[in-house]
């Protein structure tokens, strides 16, 4: 399995991204994708997730309610919107594969593209 993340760039606070994760490989099946971040300086951290089990998503608390997770199944890709951006979500975002139900734990993620950079300027 193959992640690409792209859709990363340049914005101002208050403004709007669209980041997108495409999986590749015929073993993608059976996995969902999910978010997360790593801030300068800072641990990587879960930002978004699905549920394999009823397509609950899930958010990390500092992203309720201006983040949304959203996925294409027949494109094999994974969407995160991101309005009301503020400079603390300046971070490279990533996307991973996980069998999981539902989880936010690295571990349990097999694969992981390569990151996108969002750079949120106040």
């Known amino acids: 399995v193959q992640l690409q993340a792209s859709g990363g760039g340049l914005v101002q606070a208050g403004g709007s991204l669209r980041l997108s994760c495409a999986a590749s490989g015929r073993t993608f099946s059976g996995y969902t994708a999910d978010w997360f971040r790593q801030a300068p300086g800072k641990d990587r951290e879960f930002v978004a997730a699905f549920s394999r089990s009823g397509g609950q998503t899930y958010y990390a608390d500092p992203v309720t309610g201006r983040f949304t997770i959203s996925r294409d199944n027949a494109k094999n890709t994974v969407y995160l919107q991101m309005n009301s951006l503020k400079p603390e979500d300046t971070a490279v975002y990533y996307c991973?594969?996980?069998?999981?139900?539902?989880?936010?734990?690295?571990?349990?993620?097999?694969?992981w593209g390569q990151g996108t950079q969002v750079t949120v300027s106040s």
């Open positions: 991973a594969a996980t069998r999981a139900v539902v989880t936010a734990v690295e571990v349990a993620y097999d694969y």
